[in-house]
């Protein structure tokens, strides 16, 4: 089956490569899957799944179930946005995005890995991190209150934190651990 032009607005495809001879499409590429990335499976009964592929999605196939089996199953949330969308304009918008996902770093640290908390104790917090870190005569002293509003007071005067990107908090500590300075690191991993 040739592939259908009016596939690529319908289902945000692109054609990837075509017959040197002809000039035929040989595959297309969901821009779904290297714009967004693949979006992360719910757990059903607890039962954990397994990692999601960072992988683009490329069809030799050119049939419309196969595209439709794989909105569903990988860009279930987008397609559906995607779907809403009248016109090919807004269509074409709203993939037209200028980094593809698997070039930032949110595709390399999941979204959905484990949530880290750590227990500080008052005098770290308020002397080390809160004193060492920000210098007085700091012209950003909002990025001190910022910074110290992560940290949650418990009853016990200690304070808690919950670091929801586990992945990257450790690449921050393994650059600043290598000698770099910690605001250069935070710039890094952002």
Not at 25 to 36: A, H, Q, T
Not at 71 to 93: F, N, V
Not at 119 to 144: C, N, Q, R, T, Y
Request: proline content about 4%; charged content about 25%.
């Amino acid at each position: 089956m040739p592939f259908n032009p009016k596939h690529e607005a319908q289902y945000g495809l692109k054609v990837a490569s075509r017959d040197p001879a002809s000039g035929a499409v040989m595959s297309s590429v969901c821009r779904f899957c290297s714009v967004f990335g693949r979006e992360a499976r719910e757990e059903k009964d607890g039962e954990p799944k397994r990692k999601r592929t960072t992988r683009t999605q490329y069809f030799s196939t050119f049939r419309a179930d196969l595209y439709d089996k794989h909105m569903l199953s990988a860009h279930p949330g987008k397609w559906e946005s995607y779907q809403r969308l009248l016109t090919d304009t807004d269509r074409e918008a709203f993939l037209g995005v200028t980094v593809p996902y698997q070039d930032t770093i949110h595709a390399h640290f999941e979204s959905g890995s484990p949530v880290l908390c750590m227990m500080i104790s008052k005098s770290v917090l308020e002397d080390g991190i809160g004193g060492l870190l920000f210098h007085p005569d700091d012209a950003e002293g909002m990025s001190k209150q910022r910074a110290l509003a992560a940290f949650e007071k418990m009853d016990s005067g200690d304070y808690r934190v919950q670091i929801k990107t586990a992945k990257r908090f450790t690449l921050l500590v393994k650059m600043v651990a290598l000698g770099t300075s910690f605001r250069m690191a935070a710039r890094i991993v952002q």
